[in-house]
């Protein structure tokens, strides 16, 4: 089991930046997926960005903006979000899979607007 809480979500102005932060209540060293999705009102859950091992993958609305890593000496995840547009304003959520379950966090909102 592990406990995941975000941070870092606030109010920015489109072109800013935000750098989210997932800690986890367990070391994530041995925890090969951890990742990002967000949901916005109205609309489906969307992954965002994952990383696997020391592979990565983003979703294509954010390709080339966003980046996801890995500190696992402090036992967090970060999503590094540059370049922000309007729709990109969700409440943001870190996940993991440890075997067959999944483990979610409460949520970050980020919104951006002017």
């Known amino acids: 089991q592990v406990q995941l809480v975000e941070s870092g979500g606030g109010l920015v102005q489109p072109g800013g930046s935000l750098r989210l932060s997932c800690a986890a209540s367990?070391?994530?060293?041995?925890?090969?997926?951890m990742g990002w999705y967000r949901q916005a009102p109205g609309k489906e859950r969307e992954l965002v960005a994952r990383?696997?091992?020391?592979?990565?993958n983003y979703a294509a609305s954010v390709k080339g903006r966003f980046t996801i890593s890995r500190d696992n000496a402090k036992d967090i995840v970060y999503l590094q979000m540059n370049s922000l547009k309007p729709e990109d304003t969700a409440v943001y959520l870190c996940?993991?899979?440890?075997?067959?379950?999944?483990?979610w966090g409460q949520g970050t909102q980020v919104t951006v607007s002017s």
């Open positions: 367990r070391s994530i060293f041995s925890i090969n997926l």
């Open positions: 990383i696997f091992g020391g592979s990565t």
């Open positions: 996940y993991t899979d440890i075997g067959t379950s999944r483990y």
